[in-house]
């Protein structure tokens, strides 16, 4: 066996993006790869975990109810080091920005072992949006050795930071990878009422929000948005999948519970998700992930945020910042609901995050690092 990895990840959409390069990394004679995860969101992770068939090796379990930041923090420190202390990897893989990313970067700090991250270099500058993500992202590019950049934007963002050129990989995200696995035409539901639902003669729109700083008014405003584009518009059905915290189900249903052609959902799993969102006209999201993957589905997104860490998706023109406010979210969905030309330009534009080759991408660069390979990365071009 040539070198260990362990990767370690925590919530939903990390176990999304990690699974397709858990898979390259099990499917390769020179890696030893091992799973930690924090659960650090139970129910939505253990999804993941089911569909791709990933047993993790160490399941830390850290999920408490209300956690807190610095609980969810403090838990996954000492559960990592106890792993990382029985296991000595070569390198540590974290994904993204949560707190158990930065928890496993710091752990692979303090005992010397290197660290590569995964989708590294996004920043929207400000520390409170999204929060904590931007500064969990940015503290884990301050003890990263190898930095998986998705596009050119998140590389110049890293140099920004002085980040030697040479430990910068870009490779395009691996959330396109995911998308080749999940999408069928032929796909039942195994949620029995999105079966029900007519996606040839109505335009269904997929809505998810439930970041941190979205939470009160600007959940409020977001649903007011919905309730008044299903009022005027006879033919559009909402989907929201409603996150299982307790503060957004509650803004969410005191607004839109028992609103005609609005379906309240739980969170579904990703390929219902991924179906979901491939056979909808329109997507609304807070997410992250869902912007990168959405463009490569043919669909245009609206951004429920202010600021947004993927600009290369507003660059393309996959993306659209529609920000938090009720009249400018009904305004800009009413848009592409009425302009067929302008709903074309966003649909068809190319998405600037991925082609389905990050995962072998990242596989040969650990490779490279470590001496078992001296086949040249190729870079990801956006």
Do not use: W
Request: charge should be negative; aromatic fraction near 6%; include cysteine.
């Amino acid at each position: 066996m040539g070198i260990k990895v362990m990767s370690i990840f925590g919530t939903r959409p990390e176990a999304i993006k990690m699974a397709p390069l858990v898979k390259a990394l099990e499917a390769d004679n020179q890696i030893q790869s091992i799973v930690c995860v924090t659960a650090q969101h139970r129910e939505m992770l253990d999804q993941v975990l089911r569909i791709f068939d990933i047993k993790p090796d160490y399941d830390l379990n850290i999920m408490a109810p209300q956690q807190t930041l610095a609980h969810i923090t403090t838990k996954a420190i000492n559960g990592i080091e106890e792993v990382v202390q029985v296991e000595k990897p070569d390198l540590i893989l974290v994904h993204g920005d949560t707190s158990t990313t930065f928890a496993g970067a710091l752990v692979g700090f303090y005992n010397k072992i290197k660290v590569g991250h995964v989708e590294a270099g996004l920043r929207t500058f400000d520390k409170y949006q999204p929060f904590p993500e931007e500064i969990n992202r940015t503290l884990t590019t301050k003890v990263a050795d190898m930095h998986f950049a998705p596009t050119s934007l998140s590389e110049d963002n890293l140099l920004r930071d002085g980040i030697a050129k040479d430990s910068i990989y870009v490779v395009g995200n691996t959330v396109i990878d995911v998308l080749a696995t999940t999408i069928d035409n032929d796909y039942k539901f195994v949620y029995q009422p999105l079966n029900e639902i007519d996606f040839v003669n109505k335009r269904v729109i997929t809505v998810t929000a439930h970041r941190r700083e979205n939470l009160g008014e600007p959940l409020e405003n977001i649903c007011f948005a919905i309730k008044k584009l299903v009022e005027e518009f006879d033919d559009i059905e909402i989907v929201y999948a409603v996150h299982k915290n307790p503060v957004v189900m509650d803004t969410v249903n005191k607004v839109l519970n028992n609103t005609s052609r609005v379906h309240l959902i739980d969170p579904l799993d990703l390929q219902d998700m991924h179906n979901l969102m491939n056979r909808s006209y329109l997507v609304l999201t807070d997410s992250g992930g869902i912007q990168e993957e959405v463009p490569s589905l043919g669909k245009p997104v609206l951004v429920l945020r202010n600021v947004t860490e993927r600009p290369e998706g507003v660059q393309a023109g996959t993306l659209k910042l529609a920000g938090t406010d009720t009249l400018t979210i009904y305004n800009m969905a009413k848009e592409l609901l009425i302009d067929k030309i302008e709903y074309d330009k966003i649909a068809k534009a190319k998405n600037p995050y991925g082609d389905g080759k990050t995962s072998q991408r990242i596989a040969k660069a650990i490779k490279k690092e470590f001496g078992l390979s001296a086949e040249e990365v190729d870079r990801f071009d956006n």
